[in-house]
């Protein structure tokens, strides 16, 4: 299994020079062989990205020299991932590609492959442009295989991939959990115990708020707004941040504790919200606590289920037996009280256990890392978290 992890680089001057110009060869590259690729086309040309490389090859000396200053790996790994995209493209898995600009999604490849490069505590050595500090040390033992550099608004991160033994261990308890997750209070579990976000996130969200009415106001196309939009992504980048830590340790705490996690469908909780704040902060934590869950899941065996989108988990009566449900609940509600039962519930434990219940009225959930899907007889919908093929995992960092 190969795992990556993602880590802050500490730079000087020269490095973050050497990082940006290298971004852009590789987006140049990327840009040159789509519109190589596109002129091909139209003249009924075959074209393949190795081809492209050649090509690129033959001219770069003469026509883009600057290129020769950083590792050739930035421009031929950029032509690689184009290749990926029109085959994604062509199999109809993802649009065409697209031009890259400056800015968006800045990275290159900065390894000649493995045993080029080398991580000996908080350092990293590569061709080129020499040793880089990381901020801290490689998590995984194992064969290091590839390390590209990548920007998030103003800092830079070595992602390093490296090859893993693994062997899924089998689970020895068979607790099951539902877990209700929400902004303020980050998750709530069926066992009672719950998660509250941090104070530091509650804080950079309110400073967000602040900071998009700001940039509302400033006028089109001026400095300020520039200047502006540039703190607004610093801030979200931040937040993306300080919440995934969050949800580390959760994801952390949930695949030790229990050998199955009963979760809900991706956007159920982004689909009621009325803020569209709320909304986007909310998805950021959905998506990525189902790829951390669903990656921990793999390394310590344990099931991942996700509930059917249209499962009312908040609004059925989670007491056994009862089948009170509340109608029209709306999100401001934080508790409430069964007419069948009397049991009063706290809005989101009650959410939280009904999804526990969810997995252990049908026992077909499959393991997180078996591939499609499993659907019992009368219940439509039920299915494990289908993880993606490749099992490539990203474990991020940050500081
Ligand atoms: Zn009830």
Known sequence: MIIAHKIALKLNVQQRIYCARSAGTARFAWNWALNEWKQSYEAGEKVSEAGLRKRLNAIKREQFPWMLDVTKVAPQQAIKNLGTAFTRFFTGKSKYPQPKRKGQHDSFRADNGPGTFKVTGRRLKLPVVGTLKLREELRFTGKPMSVTISREADRWFASIAVEVEHTPPTSENQAVCGVDLGISRLATISDGTFYQATHALRREIRKLRRGSRRLSRKQKGSKNRAKAKHRLAKLHARIVHVRRDSLHKLTTDLTRRF?????????????????KLARAVADVGMYEFR????????MRGIRVVVADRFFPSSQL???VGCEGRAAGLGLAVRSWTCSHCNTTHDRDLNAAKNLERYSTVSSTGINACGAGSSVAPGQPGRRSLALKQESYIVINDYI
């Open 259 to 275: 050998s199955t996690v009963v979760i809900e469908d991706l956007n159920v909780k982004g689909m009621m919200a009325n803020r």
């Open 317 to 319: 009566c989670s007491t």
């Open 291 to 298: 790829r951390q869950l669903s990656y921990k899941a793999e």
